[in-house]
């Protein structure tokens, strides 16, 4: 069974900024995408950043120019520095790994991990 645990969240004024971490243990054949996405009270949860297995990046317009996503192959981490931080980007943040273990397909979501931006 393989586990995500995230850290980095916290409290920040606007203008700050965070990184949060996520690091996946476990069984894991291959990964297709490591991601981040966040969830605000009364909203949907909504993608922030993914990387793919090649190395392709998708962002969220909100965040562009603002947040990194990067990964640690050796250690099935994901990254994401957080600059320029808003009020509108607090929110619970949810790191999710897409991956193989031998031929069956899995979606697994860490536990989420509160930042809260003051304005």
């Known amino acids: 069974q393989v586990q995500l645990v995230e850290s980095g969240g916290g409290l920040v004024q606007a203008g700050g900024s965070l990184r949060l971490s996520c690091a996946a243990s476990g069984s894991i054949f291959r990964i297709d995408a490591m991601g981040w996405y966040r969830q605000a009270p009364g909203k949907q949860r909504e993608l922030v950043a993914l990387?793919?297995?090649?190395?392709?990046?998708n962002y969220a317009d909100s965040v562009k120019g603002r947040f990194t996503i990067s990964r640690d192959n050796a250690q099935n981490a994901v990254y994401l520095q957080m600059n320029s931080l808003k009020p509108e980007d607090t929110a619970v943040y949810y790191c999710?790994?897409?991956?193989?273990?031998?031929?069956?397909?899995?979606?697994?979501w860490g536990q989420g991990t509160q930042v809260t931006v003051s304005s």
């Open positions: 999710k790994l897409s991956y193989w273990s031998s031929i069956k397909f899995y979606e697994n």
């Open positions: 990387i793919r297995s090649g190395g392709s990046l």
